[in-house]
């Protein structure tokens, strides 16, 4: 079955970077798209970036010119470059990727488990 793992969550100090990654297993083929996603807590979930199949991306207003968002499709992994963090992007990010799954190839979103990104001083 389809498995995604992430890693690169951690403390770091405002204006300083992190980079996640995610990692994509149990599929013959790779993702449609990918996606980031962050929940501070008592806040809705919400969209961070997201980079499709043909490498065209999109990004939270929020985080626009900080954070990059990218993939290898060789190794099916996804990567989240965040630069100029600030407290509010204080968070658990969660990786997406769209995946053609089963017999007839049917398209499911597929969830990572979140990494603790903690932006303090």
């Known amino acids: 079955q389809v498995q995604l793992v992430e890693s690169g969550g951690g403390l770091v100090q405002p204006g300083g970077s992190l980079r996640l990654s995610c990692a994509v297993s149990?599929?013959?083929?790779?993702?449609?798209?990918m996606g980031w996603y962050r929940q501070a807590p008592g806040k809705e979930r919400e969209l961070v970036a997201r980079i499709t199949s043909g490498g065209s991306t999109n990004y939270a207003d929020s985080v626009k010119g900080r954070f990059t968002i990218s993939r290898d499709n060789a190794k099916n992994t996804g990567y989240l470059q965040m630069n100029s963090l600030k407290p509010e992007d204080t968070a658990v990010y969660y990786c997406?990727?769209?995946?053609?799954?089963?017999?007839?190839?049917?398209?499911?979103?597929?969830w990572g488990q979140g990494t603790q990104v903690t932006v303090s001083s």
């Open positions: 997406k990727a769209e995946v053609r799954s089963g017999p007839l190839a049917v398209i499911y979103d597929y």
């Open positions: 149990g599929s013959i083929f790779s993702p449609n798209a």
